[in-house]
């Protein structure tokens, strides 16, 4: 009888065990296949099981050397990409004024996303001339069997995401006669449905969509001067699907289907820095730059925005090379002007408080220029990468900045306005924190 009451509670025991393993995998089993996660809004789908950063840190689990970039890490289907750069000759000054001569190979690395082991690689040879030239800037994106990379001059190419095979390849910049960005092609391509939307310049071809499985073009539209740095969002409001363009001189909606203009309103940020993808929230929608921010009030029948306020220099954020998150009414991100979160409220603009301690790690208002902090919502509280590579836990709300934890992940290795700065996207998925430098990618162990 004992020993069949031990046999029974025994059984138990492992049924409860299966029971929370199911539960942790429903939990974590999320990938993050694209810049900016599963959504590109930078927010988790799945975060229940996931809890803020504890005392003592978070417990590594693995790490791989890997080349110079600013692209994120991203993982899908049990395997890690890391795009990079393998410097061959040629000095790298920075200057954001000057283009800077490069030799040497971008590379694609798939490792497995639980061991870190190099699963295959893909490399080709692209000598750069760019301001900034630290490695390729966009994202690669994950789609189905395959994964397609924008390198920093304008190469495209589509692989098969398991094997590492070249399926299609082109190239924006000669294909459009046209020359690539001061600071490089960084406009994450856009998968949706069959189409590959990528921004590519030239008359008439500012966007341009693909058959992501062929490469073959399908539409092109619009024209202007410079392209920018903006990802294409899309964005599905009163039961239409709008195509969404930032250039550097206004923001676009488009039919998806055609190219055709829903929309367009005019917005020009310094520099021809339109970089982060507009946001939006219910009928709102947040669009902000180095020097300017706006917010529209979408309608539809037919698609409209209307402009409802313009940031001034001490009201809303203006965004560089990060994005922000729109939460209940309120606009969270990095303001590249004062160097410091900032919360602003979504109906005018002001600022309900600002400090850089999730940027530089001092408890001020002000930072140093284009402060930097990657956000990560979770379903109660927030996840940050600092510039300085600390990973941050906090509550954020419209009244305080409440920080519950914090421990340095990884060493900034690119500079920045004379200072030491880490600028590339992290990666949360199956329960894992992944970041990388110019140096090595990371892997910690997030749920605990």
Excluded at 107 to 130: D, F, P
Excluded at 294 to 302: G, H, I, Q, R
Aim: proline share 6%; hydrophobic share 35%.
């Amino acid at each position: 009888m004992k020993h069949n009451r031990m046999q029974r509670l025994g059984l138990g025991l492992l049924a409860f065990s299966l029971a929370n393993a199911c539960c942790a995998l429903n939990a974590f089993g999320q990938d993050w296949p694209q810049w900016n996660g599963e959504n590109r809004d930078g927010v988790l789908s799945q975060s229940d099981g996931l809890k803020p950063v504890p005392k003592q840190g978070l417990k590594l689990l693995w790490k791989q050397p890997v080349g110079l970039g600013y692209a994120g890490p991203v993982v899908a289907n049990g395997n890690v990409y890391v795009f990079d750069y393998q410097l061959e000759s040629g000095q790298i000054t920075n200057n954001p004024g000057n283009r800077d001569k490069l030799t040497g190979q971008e590379r694609l690395i798939c490792m497995n996303s639980t061991s870190g082991e190099v699963q295959w690689t893909h490399a080709y040879s692209r000598n750069y001339k760019l301001s900034f030239p630290g490695g390729p800037r966009a994202t690669p994106v994950v789609s189905g069997d395959h994964v397609y990379l924008l390198g920093a001059e304008g190469d495209l190419v589509c692989l098969d995401a398991k094997k590492g095979d070249v399926v299609w390849q082109r190239n924006l910049s000669s294909d459009y006669k046209t020359t690539s960005p001061i600071w490089g092609h960084a406009a994450v391509p856009l998968v949706l449905d069959d189409q590959l939307i990528c921004l590519a310049g030239g008359k008439g071809s500012l966007v341009v969509s693909l058959d992501r499985k062929t490469g073959k073009e399908i539409w092109r539209t619009l024209s202007g001067e410079e392209i920018g740095y903006c990802p294409p969002a899309v964005i599905d409001h009163g039961g239409v699907k709008q195509l969404i363009i930032w250039d550097p001189e206004m923001v676009s909606s488009l039919n998806p289907k055609d190219g055709s203009v829903y929309w367009q309103q005019p917005l020009k940020p310094d520099y021809g820095m339109s970089v982060a993808p507009p946001i939006v929230e219910g009928n709102l929608m947040f669009v902000a730059g180095e020097g300017v921010s706006a917010m529209y009030e979408l309608s539809s029948n037919p698609p409209q925005a209307k402009l409802l306020w313009e940031g001034e220099s001490k009201t809303s954020l203006g965004l560089s090379n990060t994005a922000a998150i729109f939460d209940k009414g309120y606009v969270y991100g990095a303001d590249f002007q004062s160097g410091a979160l900032v919360c602003a409220r979504a109906t005018d603009g002001k600022r309900m408080w600002q400090t850089a301690k999730p940027t530089i790690g001092v408890d001020r208002e002000r930072g140093l220029s284009n402060g930097s902090a990657y956000l990560i919502k979770a379903k109660d509280f927030y996840f940050m990468l600092s510039e300085t590579g600390d990973f941050i836990s906090a509550k954020l709300s419209p009244t305080a900045y409440e920080e519950t934890g914090r421990f340095h992940a990884i060493d900034p290795t690119n500079t920045a306005n004379g200072r030491k700065a880490l600028w590339t996207f992290p990666a949360i998925a199956d329960g894992r924190l992944y970041v990388r430098n110019d140096q090595e990618i990371r892997c910690f162990e997030l749920a605990r």
